[in-house]
């Protein structure tokens, strides 16, 4: 852990441009799609993140031939040999992430059978996967969970089922998805979650040849189709990365410029960051400023002076406050006048980085109490999901030890904006979510560096 460290010399505002490229919790599926093709599929924008290695290893285990393509960021899947590739090296922990899951619909719609090892994914909640498990059973797969991990078979194939989700899952969406689109007859689901990530995993489906129709009210109906064939697809840029450097530049008073953020996926993000009392412009190359023909699409987010204000607010599914953006914005809410407070209603404990915060200075406080305006799965179950920040706080420089990806953001953030030089440790673990994030510090202007 020693060389796993980054020297943070806050109290500089970050300032300049950065651009976003696929989303990660997009781009992962994408990858897992093509499987189902019975011809290649090109992917482009693939940012250098730890997730997209891990599940292109499992690929090439399951036979797929993963190449880079012409472009920077292009990947080219051709999953013409997985009927033939040996399945023994399978038995690879999935590492960081929660992806290989997601292998089982695709896996048993090509070989009849599959090995899924134990996921790994962030420690901010027990993240069970009984919703993946009884979709898969009710597609008509046999599910024999193993401490080494998932073993399925569906030798009859799968049939179409009518599943509704206790809670708007999107993984256990995105399993019902890439299970349906090739099962017999058709699948509906309902309580589904409707994130841009999964409707942007149905544009590519749709592109494979799928029959995928979206209700109103979370209704989402497939009609199985014997065949797909590749897609080629540029994915959606990576919100919860846009609207982390935003939570930096307001936590730092600074102004940063994000090239590929786009408006429609952020705006409940956008609305918050306003009320904060950040200031943002939006720049769309469909619809340049006058006089500036060349500008290239994104969002600008600065800190205009003066104080912020506390604001409350409450995670949720889409369109909510996404949950992944709540960490790097505490940060912010640190240093508004007044009582913020955020109510965690996705994750049963997504709150603990809260105490690094207060041992730099913040002044948080954590209930078991649900203090939004609805009532959560979590109330009187013992979970603390609930926060109180109260502000501005003068944050000082701490050595900070990284629990999960967006808590090492923001502990990145508030190491940036305190008084003072911090050691950030397990910082190796942002790369699985935020593709060269050191260089971007350092496009910012940010005063950090390996000892
Ligand atoms: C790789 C990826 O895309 N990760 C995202 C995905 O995670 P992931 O797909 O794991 O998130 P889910 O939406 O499934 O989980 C949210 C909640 O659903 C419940 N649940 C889920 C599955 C299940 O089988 N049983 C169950 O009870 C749990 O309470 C869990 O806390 O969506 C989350 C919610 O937007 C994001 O924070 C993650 O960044
Ligand atoms: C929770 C997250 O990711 P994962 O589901 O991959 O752990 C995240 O991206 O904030």
């Given at each position: 852990m020693t060389d796993d460290v980054l020297v943070v010399h806050g109290g500089t505002p970050l300032e300049g441009r950065i651009r976003v490229r696929g989303a990660k919790n997009l781009v992962?599926?994408?990858?897992?799609?093509?499987?189902?093709?019975?011809?290649?599929?090109?992917?482009?924008?693939?940012?250098?993140i730890r997730d997209v290695e891990v599940v292109r290893g499992l690929l090439g285990l399951h036979g797929v031939k993963v190449t880079d393509g012409t472009e920077d960021g292009e990947l080219v899947f051709d999953p013409a040999n997985?009927?033939?590739?040996?399945?023994?090296?399978?038995?690879v922990h999935a590492g960081s992430s929660r992806?290989?899951?997601?292998?089982?619909?695709?896996?048993?719609?090509?070989?009849?059978?599959?090995?899924?090892?134990?996921?790994?994914g962030c420690h901010i909640g027990p993240r069970p996967i009984d919703f993946h498990l009884q979709a898969l059973r009710e597609f008509g797969?046999?599910?024999?969970?193993?401490?080494?991990?998932?073993?399925?078979?569906?030798?009859?194939?799968?049939?179409?089922?009518?599943?509704a989700l206790p809670y708007p899952s999107v993984g256990a969406t995105e399993q019902v998805l890439l299970t349906a689109v090739m099962a017999e007859g058709v699948t509906e689901l309902r309580n589904a979650a409707v994130e841009p990530e999964i409707i942007d995993l149905i544009c590519i489906l749709q592109?494979?040849?799928?029959?995928?129709?979206?209700?109103?009210?979370?209704?989402i109906e497939i009609q199985g189709v014997p065949k797909l064939h590749g897609y080629t697809h540029r994915p959606i840029p990576d919100r919860i990365e846009a609207a982390s450097w935003a939570a930096a530049a307001l936590a730092t008073r600074g102004h940063v410029e994000v090239l590929g953020a786009q408006q429609a996926d952020m705006m409940t993000f956008l609305n918050i960051f306003r009320s904060v009392g950040g200031e943002y412009e939006v720049t769309d190359a469909?619809?340049?400023?006058?006089?500036?023909?060349?500008?290239?699409?994104?969002?600008?987010?600065?800190?205009?002076?003066?104080?912020?204000?506390?604001?409350?607010?409450?995670?949720?599914?889409?369109?909510?406050?996404?949950t992944d953006w709540q960490q790097p914005l505490v940060v912010a809410l640190t240093q508004a006048r007044g009582l913020s407070i955020v109510h965690e209603t996705v994750y049963e404990q997504r709150l603990g980085y809260t105490e690094a915060l207060n041992s730099m200075g913040a002044n948080i406080q954590v209930y078991r109490d649900c203090l939004g305006g609805t009532p959560c799965r979590f109330g009187r179950r013992n979970f603390k999901h609930s926060a109180v920040i109260a502000g501005p706080?003068?944050?000082?420089?701490?050595?900070?030890?990284?629990?999960?990806?967006?808590?090492?953001?923001s502990h990145l953030i508030a190491a940036l904006a305190a008084e003072g030089t911090s050691r950030v440790y397990g910082v190796d673990l942002i790369n699985r979510g935020y593709e060269d994030f050191e260089a971007k510090l350092a496009d910012l202007g940010a005063h950090a560096e390996r000892p």
């Open positions: 992962s599926k994408a990858m897992v799609a093509a499987l189902l093709g019975d011809s290649p599929s090109r992917l482009f924008d693939v940012p250098k997985v009927e033939s590739a040996s399945t023994d090296q399978i038995n992806i290989p899951i997601l292998f089982c619909g695709p896996l048993l719609h090509r070989l009849g059978h599959a090995f899924i090892p134990d996921l790994g797969a046999t599910v024999d969970k193993r401490p080494e991990g998932l073993h399925l078979s569906a030798p009859n194939g799968l049939h179409g089922t009518k599943f592109k494979m040849g799928a029959i995928i129709k979206v209700h109103t009210d979370r209704v469909r619809a340049p400023k006058l006089g500036d023909p060349g500008q290239e699409g994104g969002i600008r987010f600065w800190h205009p002076g003066g104080e912020l204000n506390a604001v409350a607010l409450e995670t949720d599914v889409h369109p909510g406050f996404m706080s003068k944050l000082h420089a701490a050595d900070l030890v990284i629990p999960d990806l967006r808590a090492g953001f």
